[in-house]
């Protein structure tokens, strides 16, 4: 049993940084893949920043040069680190953990201001 909680959210004027921080309890490998997806008011989940099972990094198109992904395997932590915010940001961050099932945690609010 993996269990996901985030923290780091909260409300930022637009060109702000946060720091996302997701802690894994349970077994988690190094090349567990873990990332962030989020979810905007109305719109479907969609993927942020990830690490694949080879441990490369993969991101969407939208966050390229502003968000970083990084993991703390000792931790079993994986972090975003977001810059240059925009109003369109603003969603429900969620971490995950891919293994036999994949694992989400319940998600932390990011609101960036115009």
């Known amino acids: 049993q993996v269990q996901l ?6 409300l930022v004027q637009a060109g702000g940084s946060l720091r996302l921080s ?3 309890s349970g077994v988690i490998f190094s090349n567990t893949p873990m990332g962030w997806y989020r979810q905007a008011p109305g719109k479907q989940r969609e993927l ?3 690490f694949t099972t080879t441990g490369s990094t993969r991101y ?3 966050v390229k040069g502003r968000f ?3 993991r ?3 931790k079993n932590a994986v972090y975003l680190q977001m810059n240059t915010l925009k109003p369109e940001d ?7 953990a891919v293994l036999a099932i994949v694992y989400w945690g319940k998600g932390t609010l990011v609101t960036v201001s115009s």
């Not at 909680?5 to 909260?10: C, K, L, Q, R, T």
């Not at 603003?90 to 995950?96: F, G, Q, R």
């Open 5 to 10: 909680v985030e923290s780091g959210g909260g």
């Open 22 to 24: 997701c802690e894994a």
């Open 48 to 50: 942020v920043a990830t």
């Open 60 to 62: 969407a198109d939208s």
């Open 68 to 70: 970083t992904i990084s």
């Open 72 to 74: 703390d395997n000792a």
């Open 90 to 96: 603003t969603a429900v961050y969620y971490c995950n």
